[in-house]
């Protein structure tokens, strides 16, 4: 089993521009997060997919932030404009069933965002 | 508010000792369900373990084991015999209802350092 797959590991970019981080979930799991981890602010859960389908987008930031699932094997956030404040490590994680179930999620290895 | 503190922003052990970390939360559901990550400086979240709030046995999972006091709501981790290879960041977690949606909350985290 691959894991989690997220891409790119690294991505530095000038405020302003567009940044898609991708991520492909462990096969045969149906819920999909995207978390972000700063310093400051900890983990937090940006975007919750079921079935392909977005389930909580409240800890979505702003406008500028945008989550899509088009299959169940592929996931981007995307953030534009981009902003110095944006850089952190964002996370993909996936899981067999829904939070309420308890189930584990299986965390990718995050993407470093740096945004100068 | 639904939340999950730990209050322990570092800790420091010899190899080889017992090491306890602490965690409290705040709920008011009746069955809920909470975990301990790790984070090691690879960056990559790994479950340590988990425990469902209506199952008095508290869980354990070789050298780890957690004391949970539900009434008290506290779940606090036990590492026996710690090892170099445990230095990492310890998350807990539980899956809370925030807003009307289901999600997992993470602590700010506790950093273990294992010392030889």
């Known amino acids: 089993d691959a894991g989690v797959i997220q891409s790119p590991r690294h991505e530095v970019t000038e405020m302003g521009q567009e940044v898609t981080l991708r991520c492909k979930p462990i096969?045969?799991?149906?819920?999909l997060f995207w978390y972000r981890q700063t310093m400051m602010r900890g983990l937090e859960l940006l975007i919750y997919f079921n079935n392909n389908v977005p389930i909580d987008d409240s800890g979505m930031p702003e406008d500028r932030f945008s989550a899509k699932m088009p299959n169940a094997s592929f996931s981007t956030l995307k953030i534009q404009p981009s902003e110095p404040r944006d850089s952190a490590v964002y996370f993909c994680a996936s899981s067999r069933g829904s939070v309420r179930g308890g189930y584990e999620q299986y965390f990718g290895p995050g993407t470093r965002l740096t945004v100068t | 508010a639904q939340t999950v503190t730990q209050s322990q922003p570092e800790m420091s052990v010899q190899e080889a000792e017992t090491v306890t970390l602490s965690c409290t939360y705040d709920?008011?559901?009746?069955?809920?369900?909470l975990f301990w990550y790790k984070q090691p400086p690879s960056r990559q979240m790994i479950l340590v373990i988990r425990?469902?709030?209506?199952?008095?046995q508290n869980a354990t999972e070789n050298r780890f084991s957690v004391n949970f006091q539900k009434a008290a709501k506290s779940f606090s981790l036990k590492i026996s015999d710690s090892q170099l290879g445990d230095t990492a960041m310890y998350f807990c977690?539980?899956?809370?209802?925030?807003?009307?949606?289901?999600?997992?909350?993470f602590g700010q985290g506790t950093r273990l350092t294992i010392n030889p």
């Open positions: 425990q469902e709030a209506y199952k008095q």
């Open positions: 096969s045969g799991h149906n819920s």
């Open positions: 709920t008011s559901e009746s069955n809920y369900y």
């Open positions: 977690a539980s899956d809370l209802q925030i807003q009307g949606a289901q999600k997992l909350v």
